[in-house]
């Protein structure tokens, strides 16, 4: 009796247990259908936006928007180093313009005739040619001519130096693109308030690193201040703890950032490219390691990384949200008709 009546308790226990074991493995076989749907679908999602196209971070160009290096071979090196970088905004093409065709011959040729009238007075006026002083004290002729032509000069050089500051203190319009660039101790912050609120922290790269991606050491980033290329820009700058100045040389570029204060200036990028500068305000101890990255793309690409930045486009919003309003207006007159 007590044998049968073990036998029967263990095979009621084999039983649940056999009961048991098969409910996982069909939990398990439901769980792989319901999650097999799901891979196949984030694939196809990928696979579409790789054929969509998306953001590809852009080569630099050598030379171009960076420090040029007079030891390098390429051709006119040195004398690149020795004037102002090549320029892609129209402020900086005609800020160059008056610096190599007004600034520097007007000084060129002032040194030179200074020099000329030092070298004239040791030979002419020694004492051994003239063991008697001149006792001239004026000539009127002279004095006119020294106090007309340096009005002259300095009216030749004011009008396009007046010019170029108005140019410079020019109001972006209403659909300039807002990018608002935040100095901390050491790195630069980067907010989009138009395109959803991105934002993003750029860090400088280790040398190995910039010179492993081909970009100039100690001024390149892990995450670049992205812009269209060709369109009005607002750039707005502060600071979250001391005064920092965000300036890109090749773009004639600079802007105090100032704690508690939100500067505003236009930028127009003429072309796509990458553009370095840095930060030129004395911020800390690690001031000269916050480096600006600037890449200016297309409009079509800057979009693209808009989108591969988790943001949208101005107006995408209300053209998402028009179809919907025309699909319930239709509801919306049956329904008052109704009533």
Not at 22 to 42: C, E, L, N, R
Request: charge should be negative; include cysteine.
């Amino acid at each position: 009796m007590h044998t049968r009546m073990k036998i029967a308790t263990l095979a009621a226990l084999a039983a649940f247990a056999a009961l048991f074991a098969q409910v996982p493995a069909v939990a398990q076989d439901a769980a792989a259908q319901a999650t097999a749907p799901d891979a196949g679908m984030i694939e196809a999602v990928s696979e579409a936006a790789a054929t969509e196209g998306s953001y590809t971070p852009m080569a630099p160009t050598k030379g171009k928007g960076m420090p040029t290096d007079p030891r390098s071979d390429e051709p006119g090196a040195m004398a690149k180093s020795l004037t102002f970088q090549d320029q892609y905004t129209d402020n900086g093409i005609y800020a160059l313009g008056m610096h190599d065709y007004i600034l520097l011959p007007v000084i060129t040729v002032i040194s030179l005739f200074v020099l000329g009238l030092l070298l004239y007075v040791i030979v002419r006026f020694n004492r051994r040619a003239n063991p008697v002083a001149s006792k001239t004290t004026h000539n009127t002729m002279i004095e006119v001519v020294w106090t007309i032509v340096p009005v002259i000069i300095l009216v030749v050089i004011a009008v396009p130096s007046i010019t170029l500051l108005a140019r410079q203190y020019e109001t972006p319009p209403a659909e300039a693109v807002t990018i608002k660039a935040t100095g901390y101790q050491w790195y630069w912050g980067y907010t989009y308030p138009d395109h959803g609120e991105i934002e993003v922290v750029s860090n400088m790269l280790p040398e190995d690193e910039a010179v492993r991606r081909g970009e100039p050491g100690q001024l390149a980033v892990d995450n670049r201040m992205v812009v269209p290329a060709g369109v009005p820009l607002r750039i707005q700058t502060t600071a979250s703890d001391v005064i920092h100045a965000f300036a890109v040389p090749s773009l004639w570029f600079k802007m105090d950032a100032v704690p508690g204060r939100l500067n505003e200036k236009l930028l127009t990028i003429k072309e796509p490219g990458v553009y370095y500068g840095q930060c030129s305000e004395l911020c800390g101890s690690r001031h000269a390691y916050m480096p600006i990255a600037i890449e200016a793309l297309p409009p079509e690409e800057f979009a693209a990384w808009v989108k591969a930045q988790g943001g949208s486009m101005p107006g995408e919003e209300a053209e998402a949200a028009a179809p919907a309003s025309e699909e319930a207006a239709p509801e919306q007159v049956a329904l008052l008709t109704a009533r």
